[in-house]
């Protein structure tokens, strides 16, 4: 069966929202004009608003883009790997390869959007902790895999887990972005490796005899 055509407004609608993207990202919603977002796209006052009933609305969509690209990113990652510990140590590598790429972008969307929606813009706030909420059910399942398969301690506290990498991640994507020094990001994300090596149990070493 062959692949239906976007029809051209939903087209259009989606190249505003990837042009938005990274003006939103960096500037914040309150700090993003009209004028940001016709020279981004190319397009007229006229064009944007015709596909958006204004700019929260764009805000919305576009918050909503950056957060499934960063769970699709995550996500491949945890799938390439095979085992429970090997799927929650991806998490951390998969953001260390992302790094560069966030930092020009404006850095981490999530973190971003919280700092500014918090008390100024409910729906997003609301977005906002449900992508945390996301992440952290994501982790949590993955360190409850892990125990029921005997790759992390029986005592691993799953939810207490997410919420430190969670809070690793972010505050060391703030921490680089405002100083511009990679080393607080690089430093959480060894930190997040550290606890998860550290609740996994230990894997057998294979013995090798003193005949052979």
Known sequence: ??????????????????????????????????????QATGLTKGSIYGNFKDKDDVAVCVFQ?????LISYLGGAIDRAATATDKLLAIPRAYRKLYKTMIAY???????????????????????VEAIETM?????????????SGEFNDKSDAGKMAEVMIALIEGGSLLSKV?????????ALEQIENLIL??????PQTIISAKS
């Open 136 to 148: 952290k059910q994501t982790m949590v399942d993955l360190v409850e895999n892990g125990k029921a």
């Open 179 to 187: 100083t511009g020094k990679k080393t607080y990001m690089m430093n």
């Open 1 to 38: 069966m062959k692949k239906p055509i976007p029809h051209k407004a939903n087209r259009t609608r989606q190249f505003i929202i990837e042009k938005a993207a990274p003006v939103f990202n960096k500037k914040g919603i309150a700090g993003t004009s009209l004028s940001d977002l016709t």
């Open 106 to 128: 404006g850095g981490c969307p999530i973190l971003n959007t919280a700092a500014e929606a918090d008390d100024t813009h409910q729906v997003l706030r609301r977005m906002t």
């Open 198 to 203: 550290s609740s996994a149990v230990p894997r």
């Open 65 to 69: 883009y950056n957060v499934d690209y």
